[in-house]
């Protein structure tokens, strides 16, 4: 079974830094596309970065560009977040998340099809 | 930047009554398009992929259908482990990102 295992969350002052660790079991994770998406507390879903699985490329939201990184390190099947210069704003559960892909007759179509459980960032002094 | 728009935001349902959920893109996605359901305290489940194929194991009283912008999640027969929030999602080609909706609550009439 596919299980992904979210790590590093906690309390956080604004301005300050946190590296939150997603572990991956069951499958081939260097195979694998993976990303972070967030809910704030009683908000809807927001996708935040992800990492693609040949290539290293690297994407993120514009709500985190330029202050988060994301990493992977496929010998220990663990995809990272690193978050710097906090702010209120990124309070979240944030979850880990294995891309899925098919190919429709017309169209390549990709998804989050396995999650963690998530890992609790809360910002405030 | 895409916007996913999901209409109503809350449902309100009976038990064996048919649910049908709404979700509208400012432009055309084609098929990139996901439906999840999320109960309180837990993460997300994938239920639909490619505007109309169920994920695995995903019960057959779950479709979605649509294509382009404008796309339905249909629950035929609302059973009492239905009741939930569903997420449609769209994925932009390049830059690769993913845009959810806001969410439309299922809740008991």
């Known amino acids: 079974d596919v299980q992904l295992l979210e790590s590093g969350g906690g309390l956080v002052q604004p301005g300050g830094s946190l590296r939150l660790s997603c572990a991956a079991s069951?499958?081939?994770?260097?195979?694998?596309?993976m990303s972070w998406v967030r809910q704030a507390p009683g908000k809807g879903l927001e996708w935040v970065s992800g990492?693609?699985?040949?290539?290293?490329?690297?994407h993120y939201a514009d709500s985190v560009k330029g202050r988060f990184t994301i990493s992977r390190d496929n010998s220990k099947n663990t995809l990272y977040l690193q978050m710097n210069s906090l702010r209120a704003g990124d309070t979240a559960v944030y979850y880990c998340?294995?891309?899925?892909?098919?190919?429709?007759?017309?169209?390549?179509?990709?998804?989050?099809?396995?999650w963690g459980q998530g890992t609790l960032v809360t910002v405030s002094s | 930047e895409t916007v996913m728009t999901q209409s109503p935001a809350t449902l309100s349902v009976s038990p064996g009554e048919r649910a049908t959920l709404s979700c509208r893109a400012s432009?055309?996605?084609?098929?990139?398009l996901a439906w999840y359901q999320q109960k309180p305290g837990q993460a997300p489940r994938l239920l639909i992929y490619?505007?109309?194929t169920r994920a695995t194991g995903i019960p057959a009283r779950f479709s979605g259908s649509g294509s382009g912008t404008e796309f339905t999640l249909t629950i035929s027969s609302l059973q009492s482990e239905d009741f939930a929030v569903y997420y449609c999602?769209?994925?932009?080609?390049?830059?690769?990102?993913?845009?959810f909706g806001q969410g439309t609550k299922v809740e008991i009439k």
């Open positions: 998340a294995r891309v899925g892909y098919s190919s429709l007759s017309t169209v390549d179509v990709y998804y989050f099809d396995s």
């Open positions: 069951g499958f081939t994770f260097s195979s694998y596309a």
């Open positions: 990492f693609g699985s040949i290539g290293g490329s690297t």
């Open positions: 432009q055309s996605v084609s098929s990139n």
């Open positions: 490619g505007a109309s």
């Open positions: 999602q769209q994925y932009n080609n390049w830059p690769p990102t993913w845009t």
